[in-house]
């Protein structure tokens, strides 16, 4: 295996988020009504970070919440062992609310169409959006990001690898090549 | 990871790792949340299949395993005994490969033979889910009862808890015996000699506790188990009477219990037999924990059961991982 291509390190990470929390509230018009929910497990570390960088900056408790798409995945026939199942836990009612759904990664738009088929069974929001760290490209599905830290087109055989401080002890985005037997 | 994974079947807790138990507890805890939500539905196992096989009388059983599956998005056939094929002596393979014939994908038994469930999952490819066969065991009872008290407790490692009654008979009994040593516990059973089964404490690994007022103060939980009535006609106890003046949990009894101390039953109860109203309904009760319990535990064996052939792994391997 190859060394690691760095995307972003661990200041970039920061800057980015910044922009992203900034970019968010710029197209929600505000906070009020706005959630953030991060998809287990690296994107509900960055729902806190951006929701955290947006109260600083505005004033105010945006919601923050956690998504388990587990259960909504569309290949659980065929994936061997079940995977284990996280917790899903929203705050606040989301009826007419405006839901920024945060990911660290965005690939084939799968996990985010789950994401979108179980926030259907919480609610009604009256408009949900995609913030993800990295864009790779790739997407197998009619689904965008909104909001990007940085886009990047990674072959089939790389694997975008983010890490997040509280799980992982340091910040950063990196490119590696996947080994033959990576699962 | 890999270690907590299940095969075909759930049988019994006998043949489960601590790995296994602990996988599927840590997996009915996040499934526990679906039945709190406003659409208590997740489309898990959409087009899956499950007969509900129950060749003896259950309600709280068959009910829970039907709202998980349910909650699953599975679709789920009853099939009870009475009224069936199984009236005019279909055999019980027989039954289940009508049913597989028609494509099912999993089933749910209930039989009054011990073994019932081992002798049907060696027949046929569905996944086989034990919910209680004869004396031997009943798994997602056992299970649903660990739940209760890893709530309440965090963990169950250097827990005491005694399981009072009709042992001899009871295959929760066996379930929870197996399911709380494997997890660390201590356990204890108490009842009267006659239904208490021989050289318990070699076979089992439990201690026999003569006195239900020692249990009480022995334990941090007691489990409470049915008392069938059908055990007197026999002759195994003299009187329900003297079986509740004897062994029957009241409030007098458990007052002077030295801690806090955690009441089950599983159910159903005779109120004023092996437990009194006042200890049912008291605080000290988490039986209807555990009845809350029980379709999160069937979810998660459901889900975790109906996982894709190894076969197919391999091939969805390099895709399993991204986002």
Same mark, same amino acid.
């Given at each position: 295996m190859s060394a690691p291509t760095v995307l972003l390190d661990a200041r970039a990470c920061e800057r980015t988020l910044r922009r992203m929390a900034d970019e968010i509230v710029e197209r929600t018009g505000g906070t009020d009504g706005l959630v953030l929910v991060g998809i287990q497990r690296r994107g509900v570390h960055l729902a806190a970070r951006l929701a955290a960088l947006i109260d600083a900056r505005e004033g105010g408790a945006v919601p923050r919440g956690a998504l388990d798409i587990t259960l909504y995945r569309d290949d659980l026939q065929s994936i061997g062992p079940r995977p284990v199942v996280g917790t899903t836990d929203l705050?606040?009612?989301?009826?007419?609310t405006i839901v920024v759904i945060v990911d660290d990664v965005l690939y084939t738009g799968r996990t985010v169409r789950a994401a979108l088929d179980e926030l259907a069974d919480f609610g009604r929001p009256a408009r949900i959006l995609l913030a993800v760290l990295i864009d790779r490209g790739g997407q197998e599905l009619p689904i965008r990001a909104d909001v990007v830290g940085k886009t990047v087109s990674a072959l089939p055989d790389q694997n975008v690898d983010v890490r997040v401080a509280e799980l992982d002890g340091e910040d950063g985005a990196f490119l590696t090549r996947r080994g033959p037997s990576a699962a | 990871m890999t270690t907590g994974a299940l095969g075909? *079947? +759930? %049988? *019994? %807790?006998?043949? %489960?790792s601590a790995a296994q138990i602990t996988a599927i507890l840590d997996t009915a805890v996040p499934l526990k949340a679906v039945s709190e $939500?406003?659409?208590?539905? !997740?489309?898990?196992? $959409?087009g899956a299949t499950v007969a509900n096989l129950f060749f003896e009388a259950s309600t709280r059983t068959r009910v829970s395993f039907e709202f998980a599956e349910k909650r699953l998005s599975a679709d789920a056939v009853n099939v009870a005994a =009475?009224?069936?094929s199984v009236s005019k002596g279909e055999t019980l393979v027989d039954t289940a490969r009508n049913l597989e014939a028609m494509r099912i994908d999993m089933v749910v038994v209930r039989h009054g033979a011990s073994g019932a469930a081992r002798f049907l999952a060696d027949r046929i490819d569905s996944n086989v889910i034990n919910a209680g066969d004869g004396t031997h065991e009943h798994p997602t009872q056992g299970l649903l009862d660990l739940l209760t008290l890893r709530e309440r407790?965090?963990? %169950? =490692?250097?827990k005491r808890v005694c399981i009072c009654g *009709? !042992? +001899?008979?009871s295959r929760v009994a066996r379930s929870n015996i197996h399911g709380l040593r494997k997890l660390g516990a201590e356990v204890a059973i108490c009842g009267p000699r006659t239904l208490l089964p021989h050289a318990a404490e070699d076979a089992l690994g439990v201690t026999v506790i003569d006195r239900i007022e020692a249990a009480i103060e022995w334990a941090d939980a007691l489990n409470i188990l049915r008392l069938q009535l059908e055990r007197m006609e026999a002759g195994y106890i003299p009187s329900l009477r003297e079986y509740n003046r004897v062994f029957g949990v009241t409030r007098e009894r458990l007052e002077r219990a030295p801690r806090d101390i955690l009441i089950l039953h599983p159910g159903p109860m005779n109120r004023g037999v092996e437990i009194d109203s006042d200890v049912a309904d008291g605080p000290h009760s988490v039986i209807l924990d555990q009845v809350t319990n029980g379709v999160a535990v069937r979810m998660a064996v459901l889900y975790l059961l109906r996982g894709g052939r190894p076969d197919q792994a391999a091939a969805a391997g390099a895709a399993a991982g991204d986002s």
């Amino acid at each position: 295996m190859s060394a690691p291509t760095v995307l972003l390190d661990a200041r970039a990470c920061e800057r980015t988020l910044r922009r992203m929390a900034d970019e968010i509230v710029e197209r929600t018009g505000g906070t009020d009504g706005l959630v953030l929910v991060g998809i287990q497990r690296r994107g509900v570390h960055l729902a806190a970070r951006l929701a955290a960088l947006i109260d600083a900056r505005e004033g105010g408790a945006v919601p923050r919440g956690a998504l388990d798409i587990t259960l909504y995945r569309d290949d659980l026939q065929s994936i061997g062992p079940r995977p284990v199942v996280g917790t899903t836990d929203l705050p606040v009612d989301i009826d007419g609310t405006i839901v920024v759904i945060v990911d660290d990664v965005l690939y084939t738009g799968r996990t985010v169409r789950a994401a979108l088929d179980e926030l259907a069974d919480f609610g009604r929001p009256a408009r949900i959006l995609l913030a993800v760290l990295i864009d790779r490209g790739g997407q197998e599905l009619p689904i965008r990001a909104d909001v990007v830290g940085k886009t990047v087109s990674a072959l089939p055989d790389q694997n975008v690898d983010v890490r997040v401080a509280e799980l992982d002890g340091e910040d950063g985005a990196f490119l590696t090549r996947r080994g033959p037997s990576a699962a | 990871m890999t270690t907590g994974a299940l095969g075909k *079947d +759930l %049988l *019994d %807790l006998e043949s %489960l790792s601590a790995a296994q138990i602990t996988a599927i507890l840590d997996t009915a805890v996040p499934l526990k949340a679906v039945s709190e $939500r406003k659409i208590k539905k !997740v489309p898990t196992l $959409r087009g899956a299949t499950v007969a509900n096989l129950f060749f003896e009388a259950s309600t709280r059983t068959r009910v829970s395993f039907e709202f998980a599956e349910k909650r699953l998005s599975a679709d789920a056939v009853n099939v009870a005994a =009475a009224g069936s094929s199984v009236s005019k002596g279909e055999t019980l393979v027989d039954t289940a490969r009508n049913l597989e014939a028609m494509r099912i994908d999993m089933v749910v038994v209930r039989h009054g033979a011990s073994g019932a469930a081992r002798f049907l999952a060696d027949r046929i490819d569905s996944n086989v889910i034990n919910a209680g066969d004869g004396t031997h065991e009943h798994p997602t009872q056992g299970l649903l009862d660990l739940l209760t008290l890893r709530e309440r407790w965090g963990t %169950l =490692a250097g827990k005491r808890v005694c399981i009072c009654g *009709d !042992v +001899l008979h009871s295959r929760v009994a066996r379930s929870n015996i197996h399911g709380l040593r494997k997890l660390g516990a201590e356990v204890a059973i108490c009842g009267p000699r006659t239904l208490l089964p021989h050289a318990a404490e070699d076979a089992l690994g439990v201690t026999v506790i003569d006195r239900i007022e020692a249990a009480i103060e022995w334990a941090d939980a007691l489990n409470i188990l049915r008392l069938q009535l059908e055990r007197m006609e026999a002759g195994y106890i003299p009187s329900l009477r003297e079986y509740n003046r004897v062994f029957g949990v009241t409030r007098e009894r458990l007052e002077r219990a030295p801690r806090d101390i955690l009441i089950l039953h599983p159910g159903p109860m005779n109120r004023g037999v092996e437990i009194d109203s006042d200890v049912a309904d008291g605080p000290h009760s988490v039986i209807l924990d555990q009845v809350t319990n029980g379709v999160a535990v069937r979810m998660a064996v459901l889900y975790l059961l109906r996982g894709g052939r190894p076969d197919q792994a391999a091939a969805a391997g390099a895709a399993a991982g991204d986002s």
